[in-house]
Structures are given as C-alpha cells and as structure tokens.
C-alpha cells in the first residue's frame, strides 16, 4: 500500500538557520505529493504541493521538489523564523481513474525554532 | 464562514454511547474526506464522499463507524457504541474537484475523549 515517511521530531533549530525535513513515499501509483503545517492551536493548511515529476512547489519561503527517481519530497527553507514553529505533514494522494482520493500522512515533524 | 466548519470542538462520552460529528464543506466542494488523528500521529484516511456517493469507505475502522452526506454538503460521522480506542480528533476536509492533485481544505476538528 501508499506510505509516507518523514524525519521524527522535535527538530530545534536557531532563528535564520537552514531547514530540512525529508519526506520519502511508497506508491502504487502516479501520487501527488503535498506538504501541510499545522500551527499551535490551529488546523491543518496546506503549504505547497507538487503534481509530477520534477515539478518544484514553494511558499511562505519553503519548498519541496518531487524526485520520482528517489520518490522523495523534502522540505526546505533557507532561513527559518520563530514564527515557522509547527507541525510538519508529508503527504500523497494517488486518485483511481483519475478521481480524488484520500490522503496519506505521515507521522509529522515537529518543528521548534529558537530565537 | 469561508472555510470548513466541524461541530462540536470538544466530545466527552461514556464508553457504550453513541456520537455524531458534524462537517460543514466549503460552499461547492464537491469532494468531502474524513480522517482519524491520534495524539503525536499524522491523520488516517477514514472515508471519502463525491457528492452524496460514498465513494470509499475502506478506512473506517470498524461496522461501528457510520458516515453520511445525503444533500451532498453537510457529513455527518457516527460511531455507535463507542470504545476508548476510538479517542481521536476526527478531521473533515474538502475540495472543490475529485481530482486527486487538488488540495483539501480541512476543518478544526472535533477532539473526542471516550471515558
């Protein structure tokens, strides 16, 4: 089956420091992938995704490049902010027929930045 | 509201009752999802909604687990019976199209605690 694995938290790292959290998945099938966050107190919302091979998804100062050759998605920022503080989700979603599908989540990373 | 509204937040129940979880989508999604969140994991695909079809309902972890949408807007979730195991937060979703590289949108969560 679909599976989704990212690096364990909690990650602390200092204000301004470079980030990366590797996310590598199992699909049975072409997936688009994705990258949600989730802020203390507040629900999932979706930071950037990428639909194919190659393609680079970025926002907010993050992003994340789709490698089908080593089916992988890591998420990475240049210079990180107090206010970045979160849960991380690597996830994919691989529709039959074309059609949507349900997610698969990693476990999160949790992510702590230290001003 | 313009996002995706779940009620209750919070649910406190005695083992053995019954629960019902309400989803209110965003105006015009077609697509409704339902996920289980343990504490300290990523969220788990429960069921998926076209419409008012009930397209895939292979997450939902036991006959005890009922879903419905029979408008196609407003789901609601019920779990008869309920056991301590089923303790989670209960998160809706959608998106506008059943295409599986469109994001989903996901609501706040309902927290229910089965004592």
């Known amino acids: 089956g679909d599976s989704v694995t990212q690096m364990e938290g909690p990650v602390t790292l200092s204000e301004e420091a470079f980030l990366t959290i590797n996310c590598t998945y199992t699909a049975t099938g072409y997936p688009s992938l994705f990258w949600y966050v989730q802020y203390p107190g507040e629900g999932l919302q979706l930071l950037l995704k990428a639909t194919k091979a190659d393609d680079k998804g970025s926002n907010k100062g993050f992003e994340a490049t789709y490698r089908k050759e080593t089916t992988s998605f890591h998420l990475e920022k240049g210079s990180v902010q107090v206010s970045d503080s979160a849960v991380y989700f690597c996830?994919?979603?691989?529709?039959?027929?074309?059609?949507?599908?349900?997610?698969?989540f990693g476990k999160g990373t949790h992510l702590i930045i230290q001003p | 509201g313009a996002g995706v509204s779940q009620s209750p937040r919070y649910k406190v129940a005695k083992r053995g009752q019954d629960v019902a979880l309400r989803c209110d989508p965003i105006s015009g999604h077609v697509s409704l999802f339902w996920y289980q969140q343990a504490l300290g994991q990523g969220p788990e695909f429960l069921t998926y909604f076209q419409n008012e079809a009930q397209l895939d309902k292979s997450g939902l972890p036991s006959d005890r687990f009922f879903a419905e949408r029979p408008e196609g807007s407003v789901s609601t979730l019920k779990i008869q019976r309920t056991q301590q195991e089923d303790s989670a937060v209960y998160l809706c979703?959608?998106?506008?199209?059943?295409?599986?590289?469109?994001?989903?949108?996901f609501g706040d969560g309902t927290r229910l605690s089965i004592l």
């Open positions: 979703a959608s998106s506008l199209v059943g295409s599986s590289n469109q994001p989903q949108h």
């Open positions: 996830a994919l979603s691989v529709g039959s027929g074309g059609g949507a599908d349900g997610l698969t």
